[in-house]
């Protein structure tokens, strides 16, 4: 019998053979994974992947078991046994020709059959382990003679020659006697185990490429070998290329922590997960299509990039790898069905990496390590990587590239890694795209880059970056008029990319572009490249076109209370985590139902698994299902795809219906089938497919009160309210304001870099009287302006804005109401005027925040500060938009809004209603105008384009103003 279960794979063309063969093996100990009686024994080798076959010679229908094994083995390194009843010379002769590892006669006793395989198993180990330690040393021998670094098997460097001194940045007297970490300085934390793991064994290791830093020079990309010596270990070192640009570096998991606060962090934002796509049998034209389908389909936060021939690159910031691998298996289901009337198949491979573990290139060769894996087995599933992937073909893949294209992909890694830490991580126009500049100037080597915007007064530059310093004037270009006059062409035109005698230019949109000087030709891979990776980067910068700085406590998961009222909330919360019941959480607006409902999720066995959140009365009642449930492709006017819907986008998780008193009822009906049933049917599909995905209801409305009026179905009341948690308002938890005040004030003052601050008594006094009809929300965002207001270290309630002695009462919120008719009123004219007979007032958002402005500094004589605190914005934020309309140099066209001089009246006394709501006065405005689009029904493309901003941009916005 044999110590372990080798797997065998049989092929003989007689059944009574072939039965007798598996019961005689199966005896002796070994695993029959098959039985072929022809050439199916070809498919089945791939498949069931045996550690031998055992095959006849002749088999039936002329059939040729010689050629099937040459067949087999060109696929698959597996050793092969004949097993025939032939033992002529031309017989042999030809099986000889397929090097078989054994040749047994019919018939055969069973001592014989096991000696054979197991001889035959021993010799292919054998050869196996010669043929890697063979290519392990062919490698070494490639590195002979560049940086050597020797090793004790206490750590310490007690060598290295010159190469090494070199490739390292030091020198022989400063490294000896070193801890071989502090010599060789790696970024990232992965490869650095590796390593110590290699120093701990006694077989030679082939290290796949990794960076090291250089003191006062650029990183370096090195591989090289690490084999045992007597009393410790060499490390056989080659430098690839230099990493010309810096990389960016993702916050570690406590620097996270410690800036958003404990719990804070969502599952998915303590990594980033990498995809490779690729498709074989289809065209390349096929690369646009795919590209703006993934586009359609993933996250705007996703980068989708082009990585090589027939390869695309799709990088997820924040994303767990169980989200990710879900994302994953979402997108190779819907390019398979996409693409289901041609020949195109799609694989994809998938690799992550944590905070701290700074390792683009191991993060996109373990992608592709995973993605070849997954070309090879023509597995229609995701394959994610681990150790055990691992394979050498992707290295010898690497090996054979040029040395140019080689130095430019790791360019390109570099680049694709900065990019997304920058525009994930960017909170300021300014900032993002100096970045950006920055790594596009490094990593090319050009010039310089810019990012310019055409304005009524030229193009104006928003940002660049040159080799000397950060650019920040026109002058500094020294354009010449040719290029000029290129700049409005390419802006004008429906193209991308422009090339010129000596610069490119990249449109972002319809005012802004790129700009790069530079006399080298770029290579059309590389402007192919550029393309898809500043598409991602014209997406990142939509959200700067209307920042909308309001906070939420929401975002943080995290309680900060000691009432008893919400103590026994959490106690019920320990109660219904653990287990699947739905849950129905009730209570104000602002009080922290989304907040409740994640930890609801955090502390049930699906933490691990999406929590998406669904706004039931955000999302148009006609396309409310469509989001809940999917749609099938063409199943309504705009339906250019598949969508699975939010419920099975979150399978496995929990998925949050906000408002659900807001869900009509059509749609009611079918979410009670999914509440009773756990399964749904996508608009334009009678196909019912089970989803395992945990539903959570929150709503401020009374919903007994609704099915009684007949607008909520009662069936569907009882199965939502199986467990009900209700969230106190704020004025019933006295004695968590304080605490809660103190907490954002910390959480602020971090944010903004203060220093040590609190509140005067009065403040804290008025902060115990104040009713809170806001809740939580209000008090964040109270706190908030306060301590943006304040400049000293004690913020009074001059910086909050409510004292002691103020009670709202009736007559003063009636006050308080005419103005905001009025600019409701007037608003409502103006979107009037702007859909029937004035297309020139497209778009209407920035017109109203233009004048807003020049209203607002009129009033104020021009005082910055003044303006600025009656805008609620910071005064650098106002000195900034003030200077780009040019305000201080000629008069703002106000009577390009008839009748804005009504408005402009009242524009103080808006600015108290809006500093009551807790927003600042531009944003209050533009929610006034993003309530009226919304009550129009219009398209949101038309809807977007009047507020003048981005589609995406104008969703959010309906969703912050209600």
């Known amino acids: ?525 590389e402007i192919e490249f550029l393309q898809n990776l500043l598409s991602y980067f014209v997406a990142s910068i939509q959200r700067y076109d209307l920042k909308v700085p309001v906070i939420t406590i929401e975002s943080d998961p995290g309680f900060v209370s000691s009432s008893k009222k919400m103590q026994g909330v959490l106690e019920r919360v320990d109660l219904v985590a653990p287990t699947h019941a739905t849950v129905l959480i009730t209570g104000e607006s602002g009080s922290g139902k989304e907040v409740m409902a994640q930890t609801v999720h955090r502390n049930s066995p699906r933490s691990d698994k999406p929590f998406i959140i669904v706004d039931c009365g955000a999302v148009v009642g006609s396309l409310i299902e469509s989001e809940l449930f999917g749609h099938t492709k063409g199943a309504f006017t705009g339906a250019d795809s598949h969508f699975v819907g939010r419920l099975k986008e979150a399978e496995g998780g929990t998925v949050l219906l906000d408002e659900i008193g807001e869900l009509p009822l059509d749609v009611q009906v079918k979410l009670l089938r999914y509440v009773e049933n756990r399964e749904i049917a996508p608009v334009g599909s009678s196909r019912y497919q089970s989803v395992d995905t945990r539903v959570i209801a929150a709503t401020h409305r009374n919903l007994r009160a609704l099915v009684d009026e007949g607008t909520f179905r009662e069936d569907l009341f009882y199965r939502l309210n199986v467990f009900t948690l209700e969230m106190p308002p704020l004025r019933e938890r006295r004695d968590d304001v304080l605490s809660l005040a103190r907490h954002f004030l910390s959480m602020y003052a971090g944010q903004y870099e203060r220093g040590s601050i609190g509140f005067s008594e009065d403040a804290e006094q008025a902060l115990l009287q104040y009713s809170w009809p806001g809740n939580i929300r209000e008090l964040a965002n109270v706190v908030n302006r306060g301590l943006i207001l304040c400049k000293d270290s004690i913020i009074g309630t001059i910086h909050l804005g409510i004292f002691p002695s103020v009670k709202t009462d009736l007559v003063e919120s009636q006050q308080v109401l005419d103005p905001e008719k009025k600019l409701e009123s007037s608003i409502k004219k103006w979107v009037s005027i702007s859909l029937r007979d004035q297309p020139e007032f497209f778009p209407l958002g920035t017109l109203l925040e233009q004048q807003t402005i020049s209203g607002v500094l009129l009033h104020h004589n021009e005082v910055l500060n003044r303006a600025a605190i009656s805008l609620g914005i910071p005064e650098s934020t106002l000195r900034r938009k003030a200077m780009r309309l040019r305000l201080y140099d000629e008069e703002v066209c106000r009577d390009r809004i008839p009748g804005w001089e009504e408005v402009n009246d009242i524009l103080m006394l808006l600015c108290d209603i809006a500093k009551s709501e807790g927003v600042p006065l531009l944003d209050f405005v533009l929610f006034v105008l993003t309530r009226e689009l919304e009550a129009r029904r219009l398209n949101k493309k038309d809807a977007a384009l009047i507020l003048g901003v981005s589609v995406p941009t104008y969703r959010r916005m309906i969703s912050l103003s209600q």
């Not at 072929?36 to 069931?48: D, K, M, P, S």
């Not at 810096?246 to 620097?255: K, Q, V, Y």
């Not at 690497?398 to 390109?412: C, S």
Request: hydrophobic content about 40%.
């Open 1 to 525: 019998m044999t110590d372990s279960k080798h797997r065998i794979l049989i092929i003989e063309d007689e059944a009574l053979v072939a039965r007798e063969l598996k019961s005689r093996l199966t005896a002796l100990g070994y695993e029959v994974v098959g039985v072929a009686y022809g050439r199916g024994g070809i498919q089945l080798a791939q498949e069931t992947e045996p550690d031998l076959i055992l095959t006849d010679i002749h088999l039936k229908n002329g059939e040729d078991g010689i050629e099937m094994a040459r067949e087999i083995q060109a696929n698959r390194d597996t050793p092969i046994v004949f097993l025939t009843a032939y033992s002529d010379e031309d017989t042999v002769s030809r099986a000889k020709a397929a090097t078989p590892y054994g040749y047994i006669i019919k018939p055969v006793e069973n001592r014989e059959l096991q000696i054979t395989i197991e001889m035959a198993l021993y010799k292919f180990g054998i050869e196996k382990e010669l043929r890697e330690t063979q290519q392990l040393l062919q490698t070494a021998l490639t590195c002979l003679g560049k940086g050597l670094v020797f090793i004790n098997s206490d750590g310490i460097v007690t060598d290295l020659n010159v190469d090494a001194e070199s490739i390292l940045g030091t020198t022989r007297d400063k490294a000896v006697g070193q801890n071989w970490g502090e010599v060789v300085s790696i970024i990232g934390s992965s490869i650095e185990l590796s390593l110590q793991a290699a120093f701990s064994g006694n077989n030679v290791n082939k290290l796949a490429p990794f960076i090291v830093s250089v003191p006062e020079k650029h990183p370096r990309l090195v591989d090289g070998i690490i084999g045992p010596m007597q009393d410790g270990a060499v490390l056989i070192l080659r430098e690839l290329t230099e990493i010309n640009d810096d990389i960016e570096i993702l916050p570690s998991t406590e620097e996270l922590m410690a800036g958003l606060g404990h719990d804070r962090l969502a599952p998915g934002e303590s990594s980033i997960c990498q995809l490779l796509i690729s498709y074989q049998g289809g065209e390349s034209d096929d690369l646009d299509r795919v590209t703006d389908f993934l586009n359609q389909r993933l996250r705007a936060t996703d980068l989708v990039s082009l990585y090589g021939d027939f390869q695309l690159s799709v990088s997820m910031p924040y994303t767990s790898i169980a989200e990710g691998e879900l994302i994953a298996s979402s997108i190779l289901t819907d390019l398979n069905e996409e693409f289901s009337k041609s020949s195109v198949k799609f694989f994809i491979g998938l690799s992550y990496s944590l905070p701290g573990d700074q390792e683009p290139f191991e993060l996109f060769r373990q992608a592709e390590s995973a993605l070849h894996l997954a070309e090879d087995s023509a597995s229609d599933r995701v394959i994610v990587w681990d150790e055990n992937l691992e394979r050498a073909k992707s290295e010898a893949q690497l090996e054979r590239r040029g040395e140019v294209d080689r130095q430019r992909e790791y360019q390109n890694r570099v680049l694709l890694w900065n990019v997304i830490n920058v525009v994930s991580r960017g909170d300021s126009l300014l900032e993002t795209s100096r970045k950006v500049c920055s790594h596009l100037r490094q990593s090319f080597g050009f010039e310089q880059v810019a990012l310019m915007e055409r304005t009524e007064r030229g193009f104006e530059l928003i940002i660049g970056d040159s080799a000397e310093t950060t650019l920040d004037s026109m002058s500094q270009l020294d354009l010449s008029e040719k290029t000029f006059v290129q700049l409005d062409k390419t802006l004008a035109s429906d193209n991308f990319f422009f090339a010129g005698d000596d610069s490119y230019l990249f449109k972002l949109s319809s005012t802004k572009l790129l700009f790069f000087p530079s006399h080298q030709a770029l290579a059309d891979s």
